[in-house]
């Protein structure tokens, strides 16, 4: 059984999001503190995190912040702020997803089961070797889930390191937002297309020289992205 822990300072909140995913067939736990949810994540033997932004003791990209440094999991921010500021940097931080409340506890249900579906497939026995890519200056080890530019290895986040590999999986093939958000997110358009936006926006900060004039991750306008070979 997939075990889940809730960090959640609102107790109706949080009890909600239980009984959604023991309904499912999860097992999930509550911590309402940053700072002992951060403990309880880093020590326990957890699948996946559901944590609040706004948090007692320390909040939700602190939080987010030393779970990364110690667990590669995956971690779905919520939060009832909709800035994009927020949500560029949960997502810099290393979150997954980020889902703005309110939203339906099936939605989160939804969004739990893909990413766990596809953090398995990611380290489970299904990964293929000999999977090296390089396109110019740019060298993807899909087997060690490490990017290189110019020699430079390139920190990404684990969804940045998707996204990236499945355009270079097919360089030059243009793949619409919906496409895209399917096929690294693991859900059928119903989340926020707007979450591919601000990772494509990382992705371009961390590999172009100018993000501002792409030479690798191309806007097609009216389409969607492309990875130039």
């Given at each position: 059984m997939k075990k889940i822990l809730i960090i959640e300072d609102e107790m109706n909140i949080a009890e909600l999001e239980r009984d959604y995913f023991e309904i499912n067939g999860f097992q999930a736990e509550i911590e309402t503190n940053g700072e002992t949810g951060t403990e309880k994540a880093i020590n326990g033997s957890y699948d996946l995190?559901?944590?609040d932004l706004m948090l007692p003791g320390i909040d939700g990209f602190e939080v987010c912040r030393r779970i990364r440094a110690h667990q590669e999991i995956p971690i779905l921010m919520v939060s009832a702020r909709k800035d994009d500021i927020d949500k560029i940097r949960g997502l810099g931080l290393g979150a997954d997803d980020y889902i703005t409340k309110p939203f339906s506890p099936g939605e989160l249900v939804a969004r739990v089961k893909a990413h766990l579906a596809r953090f398995e497939r990611l380290t489970g026995?299904?990964?293929?070797?000999?999977?090296?890519?390089?396109?110019?200056?740019?060298?993807?080890?899909?087997?060690?889930?490490?990017?290189?530019?110019?020699?430079?290895?390139?920190?990404?986040?684990?969804?940045?390191?998707?996204?990236l590999a499945l355009f270079a999986s097919e360089p030059d093939r243009v793949f619409t937002k919906e496409e895209l958000f399917e096929k690294v997110w693991g859900l059928d358009s119903i989340g926020d297309i707007s979450t591919l936006t601000v990772h494509i926006r990382k992705i371009r900060e961390k590999i172009e020289s100018d993000p501002s004039?792409?030479?690798?991750?191309?806007?097609?306008?009216?389409?969607?992205?492309?990875?130039?070979?």
């Open positions: 995190i559901v944590l026995s299904t990964k293929l070797t000999n999977t090296e890519v390089k396109i110019r200056g740019l060298h993807l080890d899909k087997l060690s889930h490490r990017v290189y530019l110019n020699g430079q290895e390139v920190d990404l986040t684990s969804k940045e390191f998707d996204l004039n792409p030479q690798y991750i191309e806007t097609i306008w009216g389409v969607g992205y492309r990875l130039r070979a």
